[in-house]
């Protein structure tokens, strides 16, 4: 198991400005990608031995980058939900069910007017709009609440606080 400031970068911003994943680049410099938090350049670390990931070039100045797991994490979660369209909710406290919602359609990063508040997904299911806010450090904070409240939409949050990556890489590497 991982911590989340021992992830590797997996995920980078392509020539087209594409989030892609480490599987799908070439390697080294050939990747053509940049950091999602500091647009620097990177380069595609794909070997036999260690996990496959991106790192900052070294002619780069990475001080500034605030790239971190949470990063990583808060990604991973957007990418499952625009997958899938899937998600599993509990429903009560003292015979607690479950509900799953197949979502019709995910937009990720879509900004909801009026409030100009930007959630980091909106679902629709049988016609309506439901936002899923994904919390790995920091919560729906109390105005953000009101704002949701004023335009009478349902919202989600994904309470990811206590999660702790496993390495489910045992198998080989794939090879390009």
Known sequence: MARLNSVKMTYAINRTGEIVSI????NGL?????????NGQLEAKQGAKNQWHFSHHKDNDA???QWSGESELH???????DRYKRLTVPIGFTNPTSLDIQFDEIQLEKSLRPTKRIP???????GEKILIE???THEVDQQKRIDYKKVNVSVIELDFSDFTFIDTRSKPLPQR
Do not use: F, H
């Open 23 to 26: 599987d799908n680049v070439d």
């Open 30 to 38: 050939e990747c053509n990608c940049i950091c999602i938090d500091c």
């Open 63 to 65: 001080i500034n980058c």
């Open 75 to 81: 990604i991973k979660v957007k990418e499952y939900l």
């Open 120 to 126: 980091d997904v909106t679902g629709y299911c049988a």
């Open 134 to 136: 994904v919390k790995v």
